[in-house]
């Protein structure tokens, strides 16, 4: 079994909904990689910004939580953020309109 696949869990970040968010999800989000050994954390970076950043500025209000898990199927590792809104995310094939699991990266 990969070493990453036992790596402790650690709580979720918890943000207020605030302009400073998305700095702090992505500070989480390095550290956690790094824990994991991941080397390169650009995709994740630039995928818990866009995440963050849609719920600050969609949703505004209550808290919003990231935590990022490692995956059994290495090097895969899995980033959610959620929120507090009243909104469901979309996921399912894509259309001319929406992108398919657009909240589900």
Known sequence: MPSVALAAERPA????PTDRAP????RYLT???AELGHTDDYIGRLVVTELVTNSYRHVGYGHIAVRILPDSREPLTHVEVWDQGPN???????TTTRSAGAAFC
């Open 13 to 16: 970040l918890v943000l207020e």
């Open 23 to 26: 700095a702090l999800a992505r």
């Open 31 to 33: 550290e956690r990689f």
């Open 88 to 94: 469901c995310p979309w996921s399912g094939p894509g």
